[in-house]
């Protein structure tokens, strides 16, 4: 892998833990735990790298309302379990950073999962792992125009630089190389302000088939790319 050091920040959308228990004949509870190990040994792999952030897509708003409690009550304690053990391995490396209204879980043990990992981590400036959690694209836009309004920023100034200020993102940088597992061939609202200019990696692979060789591909077809940005 060449030239590794111009990629500051993979941004991942982890599709297909459901498909890939229905595959292997398991339930989906058992396909989220599946895919909690692969993240695992994925930012295990990263923290090896020169690349300073990652984020992943855990939980879109539309998981929030389309998926049955009991499920939505596991992958939440999936997700939690992740965070304490990802920030209990790299506390003192890893600034763990969340995306999204994690509150609208409601779920007590997620929450302190969140806020624990985040306390833990914040003095941290290695690397910063991004969990997108009860996030939609369109919502944090919206959000971010609508707090524009309350701060009476006048719309005349507002630029491109206003309204990074006002996202969720404000203290990222733009996402360099998106991955989506699953193969699915759409962005499902992830990250929308920030990938305008990012390049595309798609695999067929189901997220809990997916392993550190495939992540190398994606960072191998990002370095052979000459990135325009739209010139």
């Known amino acids: 892998m060449q030239n590794i050091k111009k990629l500051e920040h993979i941004a991942i959308i982890m599709d ?10 398991l339930n989906a509870f058992d396909g989220h735990l599946a895919g909690k190990e692969v ?7 990263w923290v090896s790298l020169d690349i300073p952030y990652l984020s992943v897509y855990a939980l879109s708003l539309s998981n929030l309302n389309n998926r ?3 499920e939505k009550d596991y992958l939440y304690n999936i997700i939690a379990d992740g965070i304490d053990e990802i920030t209990n391995i790299y506390k003192d490396t890893i600034k763990i950073n969340i995306l999204g209204n994690y509150n609208l879980t409601n779920n007590i043990k997620l929450i302190n999962s969140i806020e624990n990992s985040i306390n833990a981590t914040k003095n941290n400036t290695q690397k910063y792992f991004n969990i997108a959690i009860c996030y939609d694209g369109r919502e944090e836009i919206i959000k971010a125009y609508r707090d524009m309004i309350k701060d009476n920023i006048d719309i005349n ?12 993102t404000k203290d990222l940088p733009y996402v360099d190389l998106l991955i989506r597992t699953g193969g699915e061939y759409r962005l499902s609202g992830f990250l929308l302000w920030d990938i305008s200019y990012s390049e595309l990696f798609f695999t067929d692979k189901l997220f809990p088939e997916f392993n550190t060789d495939d992540f190398n591909k994606a960072i191998d077809f990002y370095n052979q790319i000459e990135r325009r940005f739209g010139r």
């Open 157 to 168: 100034k507002i630029n491109e630089l206003t309204v990074k200020k006002y996202l969720f």
């Open 39 to 45: 993240l695992k040994n994925i930012v295990k792999h």
């Open 16 to 25: 297909g833990n459901r498909r890939f228990a229905i595959k292997n004949q």
């Open 68 to 70: 049955q409690s009991k």
